[in-house]
């Protein structure tokens, strides 16, 4: 066993080091095997890494006082850069991301992610031509990410995680000192192994990071064959997370008890530089934990309770890496299943949601979150996950930036149709009386949607859903805001009537699906001005968006 040093350090923070290797990744992973250089000018590090192997710099990163500011990346490893991020966290626009999607050396895709409130951020997606720029999508989302096969056994790994026991126990309950610092690159509160207990809690955390990070290597080793360069997304989270832990510490926190709504929340975690815990204590990166959880447990009760948090806490770090709901591949989910869930007396259903879950965590997409391969892969395991309503923001993603994508629209219609919703069994019908000749991939997803089940309730309700329907229609496959809110305006009152319906039985599952489903609807138009438009009259398909929310019985 590994020796156990302690040291009391200044301020507030004790610190309990591993090991000389204070690394959880075997070390042919171990990013030192992938960097070509650093080097370092006051206050600036720069690093050149070697995803590849071929003694090409493939990515760089500029990190300062700690804090990651750009980065550049050869994704296709063709020995040109074709994406860059760059923070200015002093400017209201703190993010810009740069593409070359096409491969020609010029950029032909821009994203700016500004600060709205303290909750939100926006991201305007524009397409580049030379000097030219034009404004393709805006998009809100929120500023803090939340969490509401691959089972490895770990006795090598952990010969090498530090135990906290004995009179060790004793002394980090004891301090007065609010942070410990555990070794691998994590400062926690004293609060969190007070409340979950120190074994409980290490392996939680310890325990579950080596577990996902050893099954990222399996994913990669599995899936390096069918990768650019050999080399997978999972691959690529591996290193980013070893670059964050090696040039920061991630700080976790179980004692945020202001200022923060945790209803229905397990935790949440920053995902851009910048960020802070509502009572400004912890910067990015930190996760932070809900206080309230578990409210009691013990014995087996806290065994699965300690399981529940390993799979949160991994979720969450990948949160870390910037990935965010919606708007990136969806690892922290996908890779949270794939790598924390035992397979053990599976059902069928269970299995093919790990078994799309672990596809989503190789992260084998050419053109990452736009890919349309992810965009199916990630609708069928919002399917199998019960996902639908989270996931189902790629699909309108997808469908916004590709108009009158026949395999959009297909996995749109995937996306909104469930037991209780008919929103998306209509959308589907009427792309097959368009009369187009689908590719194999809508039939895929539609093939789907016929093998579901649809209740009684939902198939009474599709003369109350058609116009929404179409209006999605109109919206996200024609990319006409005038047309879908002239729909929803001529069904205005129907569709109040019923989205503000109360039914006792199984009715109000239709209803709440809907209600969703037009509150997507109207936001993309009004807060995200989708398409926006502008009448004679100087009103804008956003001002009648707005109109139609309130008319509606939405409330701000």
């Not at 690159?185 to 579950?208: H, M, P, R």
């Not at 709504?261 to 995902?271: D, E, I, L, Q």
């Not at 699965?304 to 991994?314: A, G, M, R, S, Y």
């Not at 729909?487 to 209803?511: A, G, H, R, W």
Request: with cysteine; hydrophobic share 30%; glycine share 6%.
């Amino acid at each position: 066993m590994f020796k156990v040093f302690l040291f009391l350090v200044p301020l507030t923070v004790f610190s309990v080091q591993a090991n000389d290797k204070d690394n959880l990744v075997p070390k042919k992973y171990q990013i030192k095997n992938f960097i070509l250089s650093t080097s370092e000018y006051n206050n600036f590090k720069t690093i050149k890494l070697d995803y590849n192997r071929d003694k090409k710099v493939d990515r760089i990163e500029r990190w300062k006082d700690k804090k990651l500011i750009s980065v550049k990346e050869d994704r296709d490893f063709d020995g040109t850069f074709d994406h860059s991020i760059t923070y200015d966290l002093d400017s209201q626009i703190f993010k810009t991301v740069l593409f070359d999607n096409n491969n020609d050396g010029k950029t032909d895709r821009k994203e700016l992610y500004t600060n709205v409130d303290s909750d939100k951020i926006k991201i305007q997606v524009f397409q580049v031509e030379g000097k030219k720029e034009k404004l393709l999508d805006t998009r809100h989302v929120s500023r803090t990410q939340e969490n509401n096969a691959c089972v490895d056994k770990l006795d090598d790994f952990r010969k090498e995680i530090t135990i906290l026991r004995g009179n060790v126990q004793s002394i980090v309950l004891d301090i007065s000192q609010p942070i410990i610092d555990i070794g691998y690159g994590y400062k926690v509160t004293k609060s969190c192994f007070e409340k979950w207990g120190i074994d409980n809690f290490q392996e939680a955390l310890i325990g579950g990071m080596s577990q996902g990070l050893n099954c990222m290597i399996r994913l990669q080793n599995n899936g390096s064959n069918k990768a650019q360069g050999g080399v997978t997304g999972a691959m690529r989270n591996l290193l980013k997370y070893q670059s964050m832990m090696k040039n920061s510490s991630v700080h976790i926190t179980c004692e945020e008890t202001s200022g923060y709504n945790w209803s229905g929340t397990r935790a949440h975690a920053s995902t851009e530089p910048g960020q802070k815990t509502s009572d400004g204590k912890f910067s990015h990166p930190f996760i932070s934990i809900n206080p309230g959880y578990p409210s009691s447990a013990s014995g087996a009760n806290m065994q699965e309770k300690v399981k529940d948090i390993k799979n949160t806490i991994f979720h969450e770090q990948l949160h870390n890496l910037g990935i965010k709901h919606g708007e990136d591949v969806e690892y922290p989910y996908a890779c949270a299943d794939c790598c924390m869930t035992d397979r053990a007396g599976a059902d069928a259903n269970t299995r093919s949601k790990l078994d799309t879950a672990c596809n989503i965590c190789t992260g084998n997409y050419r053109s990452g979150a736009d890919d349309i391969n992810y965009i199916s892969d990630i609708t069928f395991y919002g399917d199998y996950a019960w996902k639908n309503d989270l996931l189902g923001r790629n699909a309108q993603r997808y469908s916004r930036n590709h108009q009158r994508s026949l395999n959009g629209l297909s996995i749109l219609a995937h996306s909104n149709a469930h037991f209780f919703s008919p929103l998306g069994r209509l959308i589907a019908e009427k792309q097959v009386l368009m009369g187009h000749e689908l590719p194999e991939l809508s039939k895929k997803h539609l093939r789907r949607i016929r093998e579901q089940g649809q209740s009684q309730v939902a198939i009474d309700s599709r003369p109350k859903v058609e116009p929404i329907a179409d209006a999605y229609i109109e919206l996200f496959y024609n990319h006409d805001s005038r047309k879908a809110i002239q729909i929803l305006e001529q069904n205005k009152e129907m569709i109040k009537n019923f989205i503000n319906s109360t039914p006792t039985d199984n009715s109000k599952f239709v209803v709440g699906s809907t209600r969703k489903q037009v509150d997507r609807l109207i936001y993309t138009m009004w807060i995200d001005r989708f398409k926006n438009s502008t009448y004679s009259d100087g009103t804008t398909t956003s001002n009648k968006a707005y109109k139609l929310f309130q008319e509606l019985g939405f409330t701000n």
